[in-house]
């Protein structure tokens, strides 16, 4: 086995993931991009859960499970065998880092939890990531990425004001708790760099997505006034929305005060340009309506195409309301290398999404492979657990592996 697909600034780093699903799978993802040797460790015969979900491609695999797991190492082991914990137990005093997202307690009952495993190795850096975090009384809840939508408030401030609560078109609430588990992996590292010792997270996903309610917090607190749904409206700045112009398209034009009279004067609306009351955000805001009104019928008038370019050439910030197809396809897309693909083998050549983190001068990173069930469980215990043919076939033959 290679020590990671590609090089980068995490050589040398191994992480020992026990996770599934989504949040933390996209997390170890991040690292071994960025050169970790990641190990997943999945169950004999089954894996990560997500290797069975929708869409599946010609051969069986999913493009679920290829979107979060790529570059790492897998390697199935049992872990209600008491061989399996042992084999799980030598790997740890080899990692840097452990990612694990069970239940409370889980791991702790296993023999796996931080306490257990800092024993052989002080300086591990180990994330629990978990539904609701480890204390609370909602600690024992489980809980999917729109359940945490629901719960933190998100969901009742997504959507139109005169329509029902709406999830968001992402699963936010999975993919932020991703970078924050990437983010306490990273912060682990560097601390550990400095006292020469691990550290235990304790990352929440409801924790995470009650920290996206910075602004609307602030607007709670400032005047106790709870926040609603707005649309495609920002709530504390007009204009800042979605319009539809004359032939059907969907544009959403944004700005600052700087931005008001050049707007103005692409629409043809000199009479609000020109309203001293209007000049400045907080006077827009408590004329919305107004305001508002008269940019949906100026917009309305438009073909989106040539009012974009009219809005560019006045340095309004704008941009046409694209599908994900289109989005993908953009000219800026393609020359920041976005989407690029691996070769998979069984499934031939697949597309996929570069990593959003690129070093000035350098070259893109590389992408990795997802791995197949257990590809790499020899070569991983072989390595890290120094066992060797024997031991391994032996464990094979228990099921254990």
Request: hydrophobic fraction near 40%; include cysteine; aromatic fraction near 6%.
């Amino acid at each position: 086995m290679t020590d990671s697909t590609t090089s980068g600034p995490l050589d040398g780093i191994t992480v020992l993931d026990f996770s599934r699903v989504l949040a933390a799978p996209m997390a170890t993802q991040i690292l071994a991009e960025q050169g970790a040797t990641v190990i997943k460790v999945e169950r004999p015969g089954g894996g990560d859960e997500t290797r069975g979900f929708e869409p599946r491609l010609p051969h069986g695999e999913s493009a679920y499970f290829f979107a979060f797991n790529r570059g790492k190492h897998s390697v199935t082991l049992d872990l209600k065998d008491p061989r399996g914990r042992d084999v799980a137990r030598r790997l740890a005093a080899r990692a840097d880092i452990v990612v694990e997202n069970f239940l409370p307690g889980a791991m702790e009952r296993l023999g796996l939890g931080y306490e257990d495993l800092r024993t052989h190795n002080p300086g591990l850096v180990y994330i629990s990531a978990t539904g609701f975090g480890q204390s609370g009384p909602d600690r024992m809840r489980k809980g999917y990425d729109t359940v945490f939508q629901a719960l933190s408030g998100v969901m009742a401030m997504t959507g139109e004001p005169d329509g029902p609560p709406s999830k968001t078109g992402i699963p936010v609430a999975d993919m932020t708790s991703g970078l924050w588990i990437a983010i306490a992996a990273l912060t682990g590292l560097a601390g550990r760099g400095v006292t020469g010792r691990g550290r235990h997270f304790d990352v929440s996903m409801m924790d995470v997505q009650l920290s996206l309610h910075a602004l609307n917090a602030a607007r709670l607190f400032a005047l106790d006034e709870d926040p609603v749904r707005t649309g495609t409206q920002h709530p504390g700045r007009v204009p800042s929305a979605a319009f539809r112009a004359a032939d059907g398209g969907w544009l959403h034009i944004s700005g600052s005060d700087q931005h008001w009279a050049p707007l103005c004067s692409v629409l043809g609306l000199a009479e609000l340009g020109a309203d001293p009351a209007l000049r400045h955000n907080a006077g827009r805001v408590s004329q919305r309506d107004r305001v508002m009104t008269a940019l949906r019928t100026a917009v309305g008038d438009r073909d989106r195409e040539q009012l974009l370019k009219d809005l560019r050439a006045a340095d309004v910030p704008a941009g046409e309301v694209r599908d994900v197809r289109e989005a993908l396809a953009a000219p800026q897309a393609h020359a920041r290398g976005v989407v690029t693909e691996f070769e998979h083998p069984t499934e031939g050549t697949f597309k996929a999404l570069r990593t959003p983190l690129r070093e000035t001068g350098g070259d893109p990173v590389p992408v990795g492979t997802p791995p197949l069930l257990g590809a790499d469980t020899d070569a991983v215990l072989a390595r890290f657990a120094d066992l060797d043919d024997s031991e391994i076939e032996g464990l094979r033959a228990a099921g254990v592996i």
